[in-house]
């Protein structure tokens, strides 16, 4: 937990944006796996974390601008709670270690509520990703259940991305603590992996890691031979010499702050010919992005020439030709390059998802794209001193995509489809780093992972 003037000082903060109105935070509870005390591992709401910094279940808060009041409602232990739990800090005092003197029994939330709606209050709430915190709007303010996403506040959710959206020093600290865990995993796959082994072997041994250093794995390990499958998880499946083994994985911190890096490498001890020149594309295309994060950026621009890069590659292997400047403005890139080149990332590996991806990735001023491939960009807005992102290319050769634009001959004039063929087994390369925008440029978070290709053969 951070200092208690932190989250005084961000609760103020969110007070002034607002102006007036009440302010709901759904904390979470657990979640029953297969029956109700079998549970899946306990993670908090990032918003509430980030407001009250209590990472337990079963609380809800509410900041009630207009008569500056801030109420945490969650009831204390009883003895048959203690029997199962030990002593625990009451929640008055865990209350006021971050600055709230108000705690009232969990009930007392319905009625503090009824009781503002009855005055004429606005009700300010969060669009709810978990199917309780839905019932709970639901009974709490009477809508429909279709509804309550529509209802949800925007302009509570502009405050709070203005805020979270720039990481203080000292969450900064935090996330490159959560990186430099995921470093030692990324180190650990790199070195250990070895034809035989199973994705899940060796994706189990990096979560291990995770939990060691204090939290948890930020989202499940991805770890394939298939890299072309955007988010397949780790299988029960021998890795083989010969293969790319294609790793995303990172752990998020005692605090919930996360860390989210890929690095690609070969099953054996040396990449193929053809699996370095593939590599060496995705690469540069990615220095080249990192090397253009800087404040007053659109980082949909640093998307797009990214994009270029790897098409620029890949006309140099013979699978695409004409020129490419006209090739990415006919999304020909999408063909290689399904998703997006990376995202914000905090409390959340993909930061603030919950709140929409147009608010927080693209603001008031620009619209997200829709077409194939631009819709899985989720950040496009110009970046900003103390954001957090990925950068994360990749050249995907996804079968079943290249069949159906090869039917259709779709792009011919740019896409070489008989040389095309030839990799259609090829399978995925991506390579993720998590930087900080500076003032002046940008900072690669974490400790050095290697990525060259004679820096991995090294490690293998
Ligand atoms: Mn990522």
């Known amino acids: 937990m951070f200092s208690k003037q932190t989250y005084i000082h961000r609760r103020q903060t969110l007070k002034e944006k607002m102006g007036n109105g009440l302010l709901l935070f759904l904390g979470n509870e657990d979640s029953g796996m297969n029956y109700r005390d079998n549970i899946y591992p306990f993670r908090q709401d990032s918003s509430f974390l980030y407001f009250f910094g209590l990472d337990a279940p079963n609380l809800n808060a509410i900041v009630d601008v207009d008569s500056d009041l801030t109420i945490i409602f969650g009831d204390e232990l009883t003895l048959d709670d203690i029997v199962w739990t030990g002593p625990k800090t009451s929640l008055q005092d865990q209350a006021g270690e971050v600055g709230i003197s108000e705690v009232r029994p969990a009930r007392a939330f319905y009625k503090y509520v009824e009781k503002a709606i009855h005055s004429g209050q606005t009700i300010h709430f969060l669009p709810p990703y978990r199917a309780e915190h839905t019932l709970r709007l639901q009974a709490l303010l009477g809508m429909a259940v279709p509804e309550i996403p529509t209802r949800a506040s925007a302009d509570f959710i502009r405050a709070i991305v203005s805020m979270r959206a720039y990481k203080s020093e000292e969450e900064v600290a935090e996330i490159e603590k959560a990186v430099n865990t995921s470093v030692d995993m990324h180190l650990h796959f790199m070195r250990e992996l070895r034809p035989g082994m199973t994705e899940l072997t060796m994706a189990g041994q990096l979560q291990a890691l995770a939990i060691a250093g204090g939290g948890n794995v930020s989202y499940p390990v991805i770890l394939t031979v298939n890299?072309?499958?955007?988010?397949?998880?780790?299988?029960?499946?021998?890795?083989?010499?010969?293969?790319?083994?294609?790793?995303?994985?990172?752990?998020?911190?005692?605090?919930?702050?996360?860390?989210?890096?890929?690095?690609?490498?070969?099953?054996?001890?040396?990449?193929?010919?053809?699996?370095?020149?593939?590599?060496?594309?995705?690469?540069?295309?990615?220095?080249?992005?990192?090397?253009?994060?800087?404040?007053?950026?659109?980082?949909?621009?640093?998307?797009?020439?990214?994009?270029?890069?790897?098409?620029?590659?890949?006309?140099?292997?013979?699978?695409?030709?004409?020129?490419?400047?006209?090739?990415?403005?006919?999304?020909?890139?999408?063909?290689?390059?399904?998703?997006?080149?990376?995202?914000?990332?905090?409390?959340?590996?993909?930061?603030?998802?919950?709140?929409?991806e147009q608010l927080v990735g693209y603001g008031d001023n620009l619209q997200k794209g829709t077409a194939f491939g631009w819709k899985s960009l989720r950040l496009g807005r110009v970046l900003e001193p103390g954001f957090v992102v990925t950068v994360e290319p990749g050249l995907y050769f996804i079968p079943t995509q290249i069949d159906?634009?090869?039917?259709?001959?779709?792009?011919?004039?740019?896409?070489?489809?008989?040389?095309?063929?030839?990799?259609?087994?090829?399978?995925?390369?991506?390579?993720?780093?998590?930087?900080?925008?500076?003032?002046?440029?940008?900072?690669?978070?974490?400790?050095?992972?290697?990525?060259?290709?004679?820096?991995?053969e090294a490690l293998r």
């Open 227 to 356: 890299g072309e499958i955007l988010h397949t998880h780790a299988r029960d499946l021998p890795v083989q010499e010969g293969q790319l083994a294609l790793c995303d994985a990172g752990a998020e911190t005692a605090m919930r702050y996360c860390g989210d890096l890929t690095r690609t490498i070969p099953v054996g001890k040396q990449f193929t010919s053809i699996q370095k020149e593939m590599y060496q594309i995705v690469l540069e295309a990615q220095m080249t992005a990192i090397q253009a994060c800087k404040p007053g950026v659109l980082f949909k621009d640093i998307h797009a020439l990214a994009s270029l890069k790897l098409l620029e590659g890949l006309k140099g292997q013979g699978i695409l030709k004409g020129d490419m400047q006209e090739a990415l403005a006919a999304d020909v890139h999408t063909l290689f390059f399904q998703c997006g080149l990376g995202h914000m990332m905090g409390m959340d590996v993909h930061d603030m998802e919950n709140l929409g």
């Open 404 to 456: 159906q634009w090869k039917a259709e001959n779709k792009l011919a004039a740019f896409v070489n489809y008989t040389e095309l063929e030839k990799y259609r087994d090829f399978s995925g390369i991506r390579i993720e780093d998590d930087l900080l925008i500076t003032e002046t440029g940008n900072r690669v978070l974490g400790k050095p992972l290697p990525k060259t290709i004679s820096e991995i």
